[in-house]
Each structure stands twice: as structure tokens, then as C-alpha cells.
């Protein structure tokens, strides 16, 4: 349950408990009442006595404020106190008028009735006060729970405000930890509780922080260290094939494997490299602001040349207008759309297409990299963003399973969104959606 939903159940409870308060107080005065007039008239005795004796002998014990009208056995009024019911009138055509006529300061009740002879019938007319709290009091009554209203709703309006902006603030705090801007302290004002949760989600993030970076430390170490043993095997292995004369001989296939699993290692350390540096965040201090359709159509040319190379077709379909600007990190960007485009080309059989789309729709950019390749397997689609995971169509291919990794890191880095939709055998479709900011 929300806490603003919390606060108005609070409010109702406050503003009830007096009115059930007030209520219970009234119903055991009222019962106290009742119960203490009926013990009054059960002491009157009937029977054996003449009945004009005993009906003057109720009126000589009546309550004060009590005013009685008695009929006797033939309906009308024997004897009576109250005005609307004069003596020798019908008894039932007396109680239709009154309870016609607007109410007063008394009302009519027949809650108790003193013993009365047999056949005679009478009605009660008390103050209203009685039972009723006097006006005065309902003022007084009503100010005060007012009072207590407005004091209970503006102390849970400050609560909830203050609850509410020190969960929004630690919830937006919570969401750049989680894209992974690390350096900004979290900070949450209001009561000791979120102060105290605030130094926990700092200290969280630092400990994040420190474990982001001394795994880039081993990694880039350990990426570096290879290299220098890398480059070694790669010029000896070139010595060697110069020594012996080249293709041909069957030593110069073999180092022909060696020069090949060497560019395939290089290249994955290359990988690991460039995914370490988009994971850790730092580029984002050099972003600039790049005309988004001269950026594609250029990148486009490349993939065509490519493609033809690969014997594939690439065409591009950049629709957007002149002096549409995006800040964004253009060499990694282009690193991105190139992994998609090389995925696209090497799962596309040889004469198939690809293409490179981009369009405004609504409040977004739309660029779309297309083919109609081999497609994805519906059980690797969930997948396909993950680091290392390698599909079931990519196992006897070169790589480590990192390059659609590193283009959903960037695009998401870019506060972009990136998404895949594939048909088995009908290629695939992966869409970059670039929030477009209004000119």
C-alpha cells in the first residue's frame, strides 16, 4: 500500500475515533437514563385502585421535565400535560398532527411508560436536550474535531511529503547506481532512518565501485600482459614463414594456422579490452554532439563496401532531417553498429542483403540494422545481450561472445534502448531507439 493511501486511512481513523467516542458516550448516558426513569415508575403499583387514582397518582411522580397525555379506554385524552393534546381530544389524531408539525425543542417517545391501567394508552413529550447534546456543545464538538482534522491532515501531508521526496530521492539515486554512474554520493534528507539507508547505498556503491575497478585493473592487466607474448609468437611465426619460403610447404601451413589463431587470440583480447572500457563508464566525459544522419550515411558507405567484399548486399534508408545533432561518443557508437552490421553479414549466406535503416517516429529515432540471414533461435533470443553467451548457430565461430554485450552496453550507456526481434530461418531485426530531442 502506497503511503499517501497509509496517510488517509490515518486521517479517517483520527477523524472517527472521536464521533465513535462521542457515540458510545451518548448511548451509555441515554441507557443510564432510560434505565433509571424506568425504575422510577416500576415502583408505581396497579391493580385493585380506581383508575382516575392512579393515573393522578403517576402525574404526582412524573419526572420533572416529563410531560404525560393519557386516553383512556375510548381513545381520547383523561388527563394531559402537554399542550398538543388537550384534554378530551383523540389520542391517535393528536400523534398524526404532531408528527406532521416541524420539529421542536421537545419530541414525542413511547422508549419507557409508567404502569398504566388497563385499557388506557399515553405518550411521553421530553426536552430534547435529553437525549440530544445541546446545541452549544455540537459548536464546541464540531470545532474541536475540526481542529483535530486539520492538525492530523497537515501533520501527515508534512510526513508523507517528507517520506515521499526522501524515497524519490534515494529511488533516483539507486537508478544511476544501477546504470552505472558510481561517482555521485547518494544522499537522502528527512528522518534518521533514510540518513542511515542513504550511508548504506554509499557504501554499497563505493564497495561496487572499487570492485568495478579492480576488475578492470586485473583485466586490462592481464589483456596487456598477453599482448607482449602475443606480438612475439606473431613476428616469429612471420620470421619463420619468410625463412621457409612462404605457402606451399607443409610447415608453411602450419605457421599459416599459427598467424591465424594469433589474429583470432588479438582480436579477442581486443574485445575484452573494449568491453572493460564501455563497462567502467570513463568515456562519457568526451561526448559530443554528432549530426545523427551525416554519422549513418557515412557508416553506411563502409558496411556496402564490405558487404560486397563478403559477396552480401548492404543498402541504407537514412530518413532523418538535416541538423538532427545527438550528443553521443561517436567511435564507440560506430563500434557498436558495427558489430551489429558484421553479425549481420556473417549470419546472411552469401548474395543475401542487409540494411541499415533510420527514421523519426513520434519522439524517438528508430535505427534498425536488418537481414535475412539464418535468424536467431528462439531459445537464445532472451540471450543474445548477455556477456559471454555464445548461441547455438555461433559455437564453431571465432569470438567470445562479447560483441552484442558491448553494443547493448553503449546504446544503454547513451541512455538509448536497444531491442531484437528474429524469425527463424527469415532473419533478424535489431532496433537502437535514440530519445529525439525537440528542435
Do not use: C
Amino acid at each position: 500500500m502506497r503511503v499517501r493511501s497509509q496517510s488517509l486511512i490515518l486521517i479517517a481513523g483520527i477523524a472517527a475515533m472521536p464521533l465513535l467516542v462521542i457515540a458510545v458516550v451518548l448511548t451509555v448516558a441515554r441507557i443510564n437514563f432510560l434505565s433509571r426513569e424506568a425504575e422510577r415508575f416500576s415502583q408505581m403499583k396497579t391493580g385493585g385502585e380506581d383508575a382516575a387514582v392512579e393515573v393522578a397518582r403517576i402525574f404526582e411522580g412524573k419526572p420533572d421535565k416529563f410531560r404525560f397525555a393519557i386516553a383512556g379506554p375510548d381513545g381520547r385524552v383523561v388527563h394531559s400535560s402537554i399542550p398538543e393534546f388537550p384534554l378530551g381530544s383523540d389520542l391517535a389524531k393528536g400523534l398524526l398532527e404532531a408528527a406532521a408539525a416541524p420539529p421542536g425543542d421537545r419530541f414525542l417517545t413511547f422508549g419507557f411508560m409508567p404502569p398504566l391501567p388497563e385499557g388506557y394508552r399515553a405518550v411521553t413529550s421530553v426536552p430534547r436536550e435529553i437525549f440530544l447534546p445541546s446545541r452549544a456543545a455540537i459548536a464546541t464538538f464540531v470545532s474541536i474535531l475540526a481542529a483535530t482534522i486539520l492538525f492530523a491532515a497537515a501533520m501527515s501531508i508534512a510526513i508523507v511529503r517528507s517520506i515521499a521526496s526522501s524515497i524519490l530521492a534515494l529511488e533516483e539515486a539507486t537508478r544511476r547506481v544501477a546504470a552505472g554512474e558510481l561517482d555521485l554520493p547518494i544522499e537522502a534528507a528527512g528522518a534518521s532512518e533514510f540518513a542511515s539507508l542513504a550511508r548504506s547505498l554509499n557504501s554499497l556503491r563505493a564497495q561496487i565501485k572499487e570492485d568495478q575497478a579492480r576488475r578492470a585493473r586485473l583485466i586490462m592487466g592481464i589483456s596487456h600482459d598477453l599482448k607482449t607474448p602475443l606480438a612475439l609468437i606473431k613476428g616469429y611465426a612471420e620470421a619463420l614463414d619468410g625463412e621457409l619460403g612462404g605457402a606451399g610447404s607443409e610447415a608453411g601451413a602450419y605457421l599459416e594456422v599459427i598467424q591465424s589463431k594469433a589474429d583470432q587470440l588479438e582480436g579477442m583480447i581486443d574485445e575484452l579490452l573494449d568491453f572493460e572500457r564501455v563497462d567502467t563508464g570513463e568515456w562519457r566525459d568526451s561526448l559530443s554532439e554528432l549530426e545523427l544522419g551525416t554519422f549513418l550515411r557515412a557508416f553506411v558507405k563502409r558496411v556496402e563496401a564490405d558487404a560486397a567484399l563478403l559477396g552480401r548486399r548492404a543498402r541504407g534508408a537514412v530518413d532523418l532531417p538535416e541538423g538532427l545533432r545527438v550528443r553521443m561518443d561517436g567511435r564507440l557508437v560506430t563500434r557498436a553498429l558495427e558489430n551489429l552490421a558484421f553479425n549481420a553479414l556473417r549470419y546472411t549466406h552469401e548474395g543475401g542483403s542487409v540494411e541499415i535503416a533510420a527514421r523519426r517516429e513520434g519522439a524517438a529515432i528508430l535505427v534498425t540494422v536488418a537481414d535475412d540471414g539464418m535468424g536467431i533461435a528462439e531459445a537464445d533470443l532472451p540471450h543474445v545481450f548477455e556477456p559471454f553467451y555464445r548461441g547455438t548457430s555461433s559455437r564453431r565461430e571465432q569470438g567470445m561472445g562479447l560483441g552484442l554485450s558491448i553494443v547493448k552496453t553503449v546504446v544503454e550507456s547513451h541512455g538509448w534502448g536497444i531491442s531484437v526481434q528474429s524469425w527463424r530461418g527469415n532473419g533478424s531485426v535489431f532496433t537502437i531507439t535514440i530519445p529525439a530531442k525537440d528542435s
